[in-house]
């Protein structure tokens, strides 16, 4: 089966810029989402297809996706940012959904 | 405002079964395709299964095929996930997730998510 590989967590300074990495064979050839959970509640989409912006989310989120990488970019870290954040694909050649085992961010 | 509820979560016992619902407003609900997402305790988020518009297509992780049996009512804006034979490590959170696709093929990814639903298998 297809695995993806996220850190367990990342740091960052108020106001800083965090990049949270889903790792996986060729994943620059899949379609990557991200989400945001905060404890004790549901996960909320904040990218999907690489790079795309549900509506409300704020332009400080981004995404990329390259080669063996996925990269989720947070600028400008806020306090509220703090949360777990997964990665997610579908891989056809398994025809499963795969989710990251997700970052936790601590903003310090 | 999309909403999804989920209810039907409890203590069960090993080879028990349990019904979880998820009542959806909103959106009109037979437009979409509709999945089930679980989360473990303090771990990560696994896919359990989906369902076509009509029902006419579902699809389901290895460990909980045979077991587990998702439907949906279209009249009642209700996704439903019939859970028999029931694990220990089927206890999780249990969310009903919306499908962004409109489409005949799912999209694969969740643009809303119900609040969750406790599973807890226990003797």
């Known amino acids: 089966s297809y695995v993806v590989t996220q850190p367990p967590s990342v740091s960052v300074a108020p106001g800083k810029t965090a990049r949270i990495t889903c790792g996986g064979n060729r994943i620059g050839s899949k379609n990557v989402h991200w989400y945001q959970q905060k404890p004790g509640q549901a996960p909320i989409l904040v990218i999907y297809?690489?790079?795309d912006r549900p509506s409300g989310i704020p332009e400080r989120f981004s995404g990329s996706n390259s080669g063996n990488t996925a990269t989720l970019t947070i600028s400008r870290v806020e306090a509220g940012d703090e949360a777990d954040y997964y990665c997610q694909l579908y891989d056809s050649s398994t025809d499963g959904v795969i989710f990251g085992g997700g970052t936790e961010l601590t903003v310090l | 405002e999309v909403q999804l509820v989920e209810s039907g979560g409890g203590l069960v016992q090993p080879g028990g079964s349990l019904r979880l619902s998820c009542a959806a407003s909103g959106f009109t609900f037979s437009d979409y395709w509709m999945t089930w997402v679980r989360q473990t305790p303090g771990k990560g988020l696994e896919w359990v299964a989906n369902i076509r518009q009509d029902g006419s297509q579902k699809k389901y992780v290895d460990s909980v095929k045979g077991r587990f049996t998702i439907s949906r009512d279209n009249t009642k804006s209700s996704l439903s996930l019939q859970m028999n034979s029931l694990r220990a490590e089927d206890t999780a959170v249990y969310y009903c997730?919306?499908?962004?696709?409109?489409?005949?093929?799912?999209?694969?990814?969740?643009?809303?998510w119900g609040q969750g639903s406790l599973v807890t298998v226990s003797s």
């Open positions: 997730a919306r499908d962004s696709g409109r489409d005949v093929a799912p999209r694969y990814y969740f643009d809303y």
């Open positions: 297809y690489d790079k």
